[in-house]
């Protein structure tokens, strides 16, 4: 088990960026495949990005597709999700999550990861 702690979030207008960061407990981060989530008010919880274990295969989700950058320093126990050209509908609470990456499984799907950070809130003013 890892324990994890977001930080990052803020306010910000549309157009700009944030950079959002997980920092991990624990000396087995690299073992771990990472997962970014977010669930809008009223919504349920979607995926936003993956990185497998060996952080040399990233996943996206298309409405985040050139504009959010998943990446981890495994060394410093850290995930970061990148976010630029952000728009109003990226405005929810982010979550990071993680697995120990032992067989075959989904990185897009939440149910897959037994980790979960507290969440951070993004808001994207228009």
């Known amino acids: 088990q890892v324990q994890l702690v977001e930080s990052g979030g803020g306010l910000v207008q549309a157009g700009g960026s944030l950079r959002l960061s997980c920092a991990a407990s624990?000396?087995?981060?690299?073992?771990?495949?990472m997962g970014w989530f977010r669930q809008a008010p009223g919504k349920e919880r979607e995926f936003v990005a993956a990185?497998?274990?060996?952080?040399?295969?990233?996943y996206y989700a298309d409405s985040v597709k050139g504009r959010f950058t998943i990446s981890r320093d495994d060394a410093g126990n850290t995930g970061y999700l990148q976010m630029n050209s952000l728009k109003p509908e990226d405005t929810a609470v982010y979550y990071c999550?993680?697995?120990?990456?032992?067989?075959?499984?989904?990185?897009?799907?939440?149910?897959?990861?037994?980790?979960w950070g507290q969440g951070t809130q993004v808001t994207v003013s228009s």
């Open positions: 999550a993680a697995r120990l990456s032992v067989g075959w499984f989904s990185h897009s799907e939440a149910r897959e990861y037994n980790n």
């Open positions: 624990g000396r087995t981060f690299s073992s771990y495949a």
């Open positions: 990185i497998r274990r060996s952080g040399g295969i990233a």
